[in-house]
């Protein structure tokens, strides 16, 4: 699929075969839109419509019990949704947009289905820093819930073709915005008064939240599902994923790091954000090689290495 996004002739802007116009049409009938994000692909829908969040949940095959991140253009429009202490101030204000979702109380009107939030008293919030996603939210005036675009727990999608390959007619209308930046799911914090727990590790790291909020993150409680990416397995391949392989076996396709250099290797300079951005794109290119298995050099923990080693480890967890 193509990412051009040229003006020609005055038409409207294109992402591959469909306009921002026809994704926004699409989503004030109550219909889906793939859209890119600076994280992994979206699968849209307005947040406020409970007939449209329902097809989320039935696209993706997901359980109800695992709430939606809702995308808005900024604080302000956050602000409509949940209640913003100084603390989550802060953090918006230093981070969006980017790929950080803040959980929230929910606001006392807040307008989004019941379905989105999984019943609980909270709400989950991003700005994200992707152009085409933003366009869509500036020209919807939507708030959209958008989980990844794939089958509920398979691998997240990082470009057009692996929505296309996952969700096939589930997602009719894609917007095609090229491989995307950070390519791991955002870094997702829940605000409890003065204190945060980091719910989902990702590309904004506990060190960066710890100097913003001038202490460090507080224990999560362990086995309690408060925000999306918290099953145990998850971004999962079809094939058995085992971890910390220097070498792999006649039957593996073995996923590189550094030194190792495996079948592909995620970033032969050790680099964490490069590997990262390429973690998912590896995981489809192994799930469709004709290895029967997959094998995983080892990553290390430090920096963005914690939300990569995370979803390794729930990649390779028992289906």
């Not at 950080?100 to 109380?105: G, I, S």
């Not at 709400?123 to 675009?149: F, K, N, Q, T, W």
């Not at 790091?257 to 592909?264: E, K, L, N, R």
Request: glycine share 10%; proline share 8%.
């Amino acid at each position: 699929m193509s990412g051009s996004n040229d003006h020609i002739g005055g038409e409207a802007r294109r992402y591959g075969t469909a306009t921002i116009g026809e994704a926004v049409a699409r989503l004030r009938e109550g219909g889906l839109v793939a859209v890119p994000t600076e994280t992994v692909y979206g699968l849209a829908a307005d947040s406020t419509d409970a007939a449209a969040v329902a097809e989320i949940y039935r696209a993706k095959g997901r359980p109800d019990f695992n709430p939606l991140i809702v995308h808005v253009p900024d604080l302000a429009a956050a602000s409509k949704l949940g209640q913003f202490n100084q603390l989550a101030v802060r953090f918006a204000e230093v981070l969006w947009p980017g790929p950080l979702t803040l959980v929230v109380p929910k606001a006392e009107h807040c307008p989004v289905a019941a379905a989105v939030t999984a019943g609980l008293d909270t709400i989950a919030l991003r700005a994200p820093a992707h152009p085409v996603m933003r366009e869509l939210l500036d020209a919807s005036g939507l708030y959209l819930a958008a989980p990844s675009a794939n089958r509920s727990g398979a691998i997240s999608p990082t470009t057009a073709d692996h929505v296309a390959s996952s969700l096939g007619s589930a997602a009719p209308l894609i917007l095609d915005g090229g491989p995307c930046e950070q390519g791991i799911e955002s870094t997702i914090v829940a605000i409890d008064g003065n204190d945060f727990r980091i719910l989902r590790p990702g590309p904004v790291t506990p060190a960066q939240l710890a100097a913003i909020a001038g202490k460090p993150a507080v224990a999560t409680i362990s086995g309690k599902i408060e925000a999306p990416g918290q099953l145990m397995s998850h971004y999962a391949p079809a094939k058995p994923v085992r971890l910390d392989a220097p070498t792999a076996r006649s039957d593996e396709y073995h996923i590189g790091f550094g030194p190792v250099a495996g079948t592909m290797n995620l970033s032969a300079g050790g680099d964490l954000a490069e590997a990262a951005s390429r973690l998912f794109a590896a995981l489809h290119d192994a799930d469709a090689s004709e290895k029967a298995k997959i094998a995983v050099a080892p990553v290390s923990d430090s920096g963005i290495g914690l939300a990569l080693n995370d979803r390794l480890r729930r990649a390779a967890s028992p289906k």
